[in-house]
């Protein structure tokens, strides 16, 4: 069976779109502009640069006014104008101690170098609808932010820094941290690009993390989340959780000097769990932590912790250093290919399409087999009634004899 081209609904489709601008206009409220998406809707502009693997704010928030708030589709419309541009050049690695940040937290120690920094989060605020904002104006907002930054100059410490060490960096020097073992290509210099290369398996870690870097946010939260309720082995303790803005760094074409070209908003976590100490060896190591990491550009703290915890079940299942259950989140293979939104809604989407030949072909099969079971049924029912018939005939003979 081959499949055949679908031809004509042109004018059928340009209406279709037609109607998408309808339905998003027919409010007939002001048009939203950019630059009120970009401000007001950070969190899901930040989640559609992320997803779409493109950090641009402003061309992140025309996408989700174009696609009227869909996350996924956003992040489709980011990821296919990237695949458009030139590659002028690449980025210096980046430390993230030299982030400047507005928020850092560690769940391992109280007292950090530095000191723990809150910064803007809902995490202890009770999650009730706040209706104040439907009568939300122009006036109350220039008033909060006159009183709010009245509040910051008046508290302002002069020389304060905004970059600190990193919490992790500690526990190595008093060697807690099991280093990541080189496994397969792990040990290559060069990053794996996995958007000019294709992955397989056993992946490079640097693959495993720009394919969950890019990964959709609520596939990374679900399959995290079953590793540590239990269809897992990870149980880890939050290192540190990072968010602030990091400097890029290029080499000068010229000089080949670094120079910085700016800063982007991300968020960095780090993730510490127990790595199994003894095993086939006959010495017995001292125990350890073993480190995943998590990233997402903007502010996108689930995203990060997720992806760390994923990153650790993968590592510790790659090592040989489980302690009991892997389950699926240690599945590298199972992981990477299910986590990208944009290629699951494409397959989900590919049902939408016509399917006529195909599912005629499912029908032909269909009525084939039901005739074959008619038969088969009707010989089964012609073999019982002959045999009905010969028993009948044998007693009846039976019966003149005697």
Do not use: W
Not at 59 to 81: H, I, N, P, T, W
Not at 284 to 308: C, I, N, Q, R, T
């Amino acid at each position: 069976m081959g499949y055949v081209a679908t031809k004509g609904g042109t004018e059928a489709v340009l209406k279709a779109e037609q109607l998408v601008e309808y339905f998003r206009l027919r409010g007939e409220t002001e048009p939203i502009k950019i630059e009120q998406i970009k401000s007001q809707f950070r969190l899901a502009v930040d989640r559609a640069m992320s997803e779409g693997s493109l950090y641009a704010p402003e061309l992140a928030a025309l996408a989700l006014k174009q696609s009227e708030g869909d996350a996924v589709e956003a992040s489709f419309l980011l990821r296919a104008y990237r695949s458009t541009l030139p590659r002028l050049s690449y980025s210096l690695p980046a430390n993230g101690t030299r982030m400047r940040l507005i928020r850092r937290i560690s769940s391992t120690f109280k007292d950090i170098p530095g000191g723990q920094l809150l910064g803007p989060t809902r995490d202890y605020q009770p999650r009730l609808l706040n209706t104040l904002l439907t009568s939300e104006s122009s006036e109350t907002m220039r008033r909060f932010l006159a009183n709010f930054e009245k509040q910051v100059e008046s508290n302002e410490t002069d020389g304060q820094s905004s970059t600190f060490p990193k919490v992790i960096d500690s526990m190595r020097e008093q060697d807690l941290l099991a280093e990541a073992a080189s496994i397969g290509d792990d040990d290559i210099d060069e990053p794996f690009d996995v958007t000019r290369k294709a992955t397989s398996f056993p992946a490079p870690r640097s693959a495993r993390l720009q394919i969950m870097a890019r990964g959709d946010a609520g596939s990374l939260l679900a399959l995290a989340y079953s590793s540590i309720r239990g269809y897992g082995d990870v149980h880890p303790t939050l290192g540190e959780m990072r968010v602030g803005y990091l400097p890029i760094e290029v080499a000068h074409p010229l000089t080949g000097e670094s120079v910085e070209i700016g800063e982007i908003m991300i968020t960095e976590c780090e993730m510490v769990s127990r790595v199994k100490a003894t095993g086939n060896e006959e010495i017995e190591l001292s125990p350890k932590f073993g480190l995943g990491y998590g990233f997402s550009f903007g502010h996108g703290e689930d995203k990060a912790v997720s992806m760390s915890i994923l990153d650790r079940a993968i590592s510790a299942a790659k090592s040989g250093k489980v302690h009991g259950q892997s389950g699926p989140a240690a599945d590298e293979e199972f992981v990477l290919q299910h986590i990208d939104a944009i290629e699951a809604s494409g397959f989900t989407a590919h049902y939408k399409l016509p399917h006529y030949v195909t599912f005629q072909a499912d029908i032909s099969v269909l009525e084939r087999a039901k005739d074959h079971a008619t038969a088969k049924n009707a010989a089964q029912a012609e073999k019982q009634l002959r045999l009905q018939q010969k028993l009948a005939k044998d007693a009846q003979d039976n019966t003149l004899l005697d």
